[in-house]
């Protein structure tokens, strides 16, 4: 395999904060790519970790993350790492955003082949899967290198326009869905450690009686309360009749409030408390300068499609990239699919 | 709502043409009278559908179908039509809100299926959506396959110093330079236009590939569409050397076909004058856009594109639902068929 005219080093904890300043200088950078996040990530992931730097000389080119892990005995890997409850993650090319167009390019295309270098030569991966940040929307690099590519997408409502605007391009559905809320004597407030501990209870709650396998463990979500619980995790809660009814877990991350956990709809009749959440949690983002607000992965379920599209958002790409080093892998990947 | 797909007929070409003039996702491409030349060229059957929202005509839907074999095949464009985005327009499309686009746009996804399977029981689909157009997640909810294809933009409305102040000193250099060594590039019609076809045919000669798409069917089009077609070339010495076919759409200049390489070694390339020029009489004609279709998705050849005018990426969508054992035999053709012709072809 090709390799890059880039240097690929594995990032220790003293280059910790040169890590965290391209990602808060990035704009397509997620709250996940973290310095602190993925620590957390690393030490429930059950893989092992290594935070990419690509650079040239001194400069830092780029970030990716990934984790190794071996299924059925063959290397395979990860960014995000499996079953994590994090979204995206992927590689973050500084200076992106301001390049011309032909450096963005070749940038991103030797940045790919370094990771990939790194990760099938040296680590000898046999199965690789990224899924990118909105914002590094562009998946060419990685089909030209012969990755399977496939769009995905999230919505996102532009703030810029101010709080008003955006409550008018609410579906008139929406709009008295809140009134009615607030009528009824719905509250909703910033919470903190209690009411944050209790949407992750009883968002696992509804994720097992679901049966899904994967439910990520609740010490995963304290220690990152632990790191963020001052800043970056914002909680907010609704209380209707002294009683805790929903509310959802925001990250709070360049400029964007991102929407990440929420509780489902409660069983209260005539009152429906989701829509006044989201909507106190915009307000909170339009009072602390936020110039976007984003329903994570909220454009690609068909079923959720309407709770979530009624607030008018845009629709933003991120992607999915997966490769396998060898047709027999594939074949491998897709037997062990059927079996589990 | 209700959303009700009817088959249209030739009376209704002005019907049509008002919702594609109504979308802000219509290109050239989807006026009917194309449509209909590109059928009888590509040898398909068209099959215009209007989307009728609560009884409001809203949408179109044009499709084209073929036969091969025991096969019947459903496209939108059809092959070898030099059309790169076509599919379904849903007129009054910016003037939605996101909930309603995705209403409207999903019931016609899904109508358009239902039409495809059980009227035109087709077993192959394969729609490339036009330019613009970012949501093809209905498709994907009933199964389809989507592919990203990409296309680059020049943002033409700060007007042509803006465009220009991005290029390097050596573009500049070499835009001197051809014009110094007599190269002189100007607008022309018919005669022109196909001498840049049989260009093209040669180059393609050269490189041992067969051109596709048919001479009667390009200047028929231009022969329609005269005011729309935009034929630069370049010269030297009085003679033809290259040239590039331009498509105006509202706002929007597309760069459509062209750009064959000389067949002399000329230094600088005259393509690249051709361009700069495409992109001064864009500006001062008061277009807002220039594209250059396909090429950002060509890995030999982004990179000549992505460097002289800085432009910016976008992405469109080609959509396709293939039952497993056709797509064993579009494998078989595209990984061993095709590769073997092609070798025989360059012996």
Not at chain 1, 7 to 32: I, K, L, M, R, Y
Not at chain 1, 87 to 108: D, F, H, M, N, W
Not at chain 2, 85 to 101: F, I, K, S, Y
Not at chain 2, 264 to 290: Q, V, W
Request: hydrophobic share 40%.
């Amino acid at each position: 395999m090709k390799s890059s005219k880039y240097n690929v080093t594995v990032a220790t904890e003293a280059e910790s904060a040169a890590w965290d300043a391209v990602v808060s200088a990035s704009p397509h950078a997620s709250p996940f790519h973290l310095w602190q996040w993925l620590q957390v990530e690393a030490a429930w992931s059950g893989a092992r970790f290594y935070p990419l730097i690509v650079s040239t000389g001194t400069t830092i080119i780029a970030l990716c993350p990934v984790f190794i892990t071996r299924r059925w005995l063959v290397p395979c890997g990860f960014s995000p790492a499996p079953r994590s409850p994090i979204l995206y993650l992927g590689p973050v090319i500084a200076e992106y955003e301001t390049l011309k167009q032909e450096k963005r390019e070749s940038r991103y295309i030797e940045v790919q082949k370094a990771v990939d270098h790194f990760l099938f030569t040296l680590m000898h991966c046999r199965f690789v899967r990224l899924l990118s940040a909105p914002g590094l929307d562009d998946a060419r690099p990685y089909r030209w290198a012969g990755y399977d590519t496939d769009p995905l997408y999230t919505y996102r409502l532009d703030l810029t326009v101010g709080e008003a605007a955006v409550w008018e391009r609410f579906v008139r559905q929406a709009r008295v869905t809140v009134k009615r809320a607030v009528r009824e004597g719905v509250t909703v407030s910033e919470g903190g450690r209690d009411e944050y501990l209790h949407i992750i209870r009883s968002v696992r709650k509804r994720l097992a009686e679901q049966g899904r396998v994967h439910v990520p463990p609740e010490g995963y979500f304290e220690d990152l309360y632990a790191v963020f619980g001052s800043g970056l995790l914002r909680v907010f809660s609704a209380d209707y009749k002294g009683e805790c009814v929903g509310g959802m877990i925001c990250l709070h991350h360049n400029g964007i409030l991102y929407q990440w956990v929420g509780v489902p709809k409660p069983d209260l009749r005539g009152v429906s408390p989701n829509d006044l959440v989201n909507w106190e949690a915009i307000r909170w983002a339009c009072h602390n300068g936020c110039t976007a607000y984003e329903i994570m992965d909220g454009g690609d379920n068909p079923r959720l499609r309407h709770f979530k599209s009624k607030y008018n958002p845009d629709l933003h790409i991120w992607f999915s990239a997966v490769r396998y080093s060898s047709p027999v892998y594939r074949v491998m990947k897709t037997i062990r699919d059927c079996l589990i | 709502m209700q959303l009700t797909l009817t088959p249209a007929a030739a009376q209704d070409e002005e019907l049509w043409n008002g919702i594609v003039d109504r979308s802000p996702h219509s290109s050239i491409f989807h006026l009917w009278r194309w449509l209909d030349i590109t059928a009888r060229h590509t040898k398909t059957t068209f099959h215009p559908l209007i989307g009728m929202v609560d009884e409001e005509p809203l949408c179109i839907v044009p499709l084209f179908v073929q036969k091969r074999g025991p096969v019947r095949f459903v496209f939108s464009p059809p092959p070898h039509a030099a059309i790169f985005g076509l599919g379904p327009l849903v007129a009054g499309w910016d003037e939605m809100l996101q909930d309603r686009r995705e209403s409207v746009f999903e019931a016609l996804v899904l109508e358009t299926d239902r039409y495809i399977r059980t009227v035109l029981r087709a077993g192959y689909i394969h729609i490339a959506l036009p330019y613009g157009f970012d949501d093809p997640r209905p498709f994907t909810w009933l199964g389809y396959s989507v592919e990203p294809a990409y296309d680059y933009s020049n943002d033409l409305s700060e007007g042509f110093e803006a465009v220009v102040a991005v290029m390097g000193r050596k573009s500049r250099q070499d835009l001197a330079r051809a014009a110094r060594r007599g190269i002189t590039v100007g607008e022309g019609g018919r005669i022109e236009m196909e001498k840049v076809i049989d260009l093209m045919v040669e180059r393609y000669r050269e490189q041992k590939k067969m051109v596709t798409v048919s001479k009667e069917y390009l200047l028929e089009l231009y022969d329609v569409f005269p005011g729309n077609i935009r034929v630069l070339v370049a010269r030297q010495e009085d003679e033809i050397v290259t040239g590039l076919l331009d498509l105006h759409w509202k706002d929007r200049i597309s760069s459509w076909i062209g750009n064959p390489k000389p067949h002399r070694r000329i230094s600088p390339s005259p393509n690249d004058l051709i361009a700069y020029e495409a992109l001064k009489i864009s500006c001062a004609t008061g277009f807002s856009e220039y594209i250059t279709m396909s090429a950002a998705g060509n890995s030999r050849l982004h990179h000549y594109y992505a460097s002289k005018f800085n432009p910016g990426l976008k992405v469109r969508y080609i959509v396709r639902s293939v039952p497993p054992s056709l797509r064993a035999l579009e494998m078989v053709y595209t990984r061993l068929v095709k590769p073997v012709l092609t070798a025989v072809r360059e012996r």
